[in-house]
């Protein structure tokens, strides 16, 4: 049962152009939810966050946006630049379960 | 301020054979998570300790996984005997407390591959 998914697996985009990141998740009890960042070799590391009564946080070239109602949100990268080449796993955590629930992740790519 | 350490980085073991991974996670840390990241998947939770205490520990095979967290601090987290299912990468993270909207921290992992 994967409770949050990101239906695609990767993404190609040219270097200053905007990249979309989705993820949905079927969960309603999920207040909070994150997008972490993983190089090759490495540990994934935290990258921005929202929580649920919120419908967009922004810093910097990420922006998150959640839509609640379609229990759906995206991670905007503007300008994209080649160094976020790297795989973006979208996890959602719920208060009152303490565990918090990758989903599969995303390739992206950015060509200069 | 250093990070959440984890060794070996690396493992090659023979299926039914034992293996053993080591966790240090950030100093005043009192949450640290191990998750299992299977290629093309992403981390899924094994067990969690707050301070020296599992909070979670569902989705550990719990007939052949093991993870003990002595004195609050340092963790280790063992497979006897292990199954080819289970090459993997093995992730350890740590965070302030488990209340969640605290940032996990994680190491760079063991990659494990059990032939």
């Known amino acids: 049962d994967q409770q949050v998914k990101q239906n695609s697996p990767s993404l190609s985009v040219q270097e200053g152009r905007i990249s979309i990141l989705n993820c949905d998740y079927t969960n309603s009890m999920f207040d909070y939810f994150l997008w972490y960042k993983k190089y090759p070799a490495e540990g994934p590391t935290f990258l921005i966050s929202?929580?649920?009564?919120?419908d967009k946080n922004e810093d910097g070239r990420f922006t998150v946006f959640l839509n609640k109602s379609a229990k759906h949100l995206s991670l905007h990268i503007v300008p994209s630049q080649p160094g976020d080449s790297a795989v973006y796993f979208c996890?959602?955590?719920?208060?009152?379960?303490?565990?918090?629930?990758f989903g599969a992740g995303t390739r992206l790519f950015v060509k200069a | 301020e250093a990070g959440v350490a984890q060794s070996p980085r690396y493992k090659i073991i023979e299926k039914r054979q034992s293996v053993a991974f080591w966790c240090n996670p950030i100093?005043?840390?009192?949450?640290l998570y191990w998750y299992q990241q299977i290629l093309g998947q992403g981390p899924k939770l094994l067990i969690q300790?707050?301070?020296?205490?599992?909070?979670?520990d569902s989705q550990l095979p719990k007939d052949r996984f093991s993870a003990e967290r002595l004195k609050g601090v340092d963790s280790t987290l063992k497979i006897q005997p292990a199954k080819l299912e289970d090459s993997a990468v093995y992730l350890c993270?740590?965070?302030?407390?488990?209340?969640?909207?605290?940032?996990?921290?994680f190491g760079p992992g063991t990659r494990l591959l059990v032939l």
């Open positions: 929202i929580s649920s009564i919120k």
């Open positions: 996890a959602a955590f719920s208060t009152g379960g303490f565990k918090t629930i």
């Open positions: 100093s005043g840390h009192a949450t």
């Open positions: 993270a740590s965070s302030l407390d488990l209340r969640g909207k605290e940032t996990q921290y």
């Open positions: 300790f707050q301070n020296n205490g599992v909070v979670d």
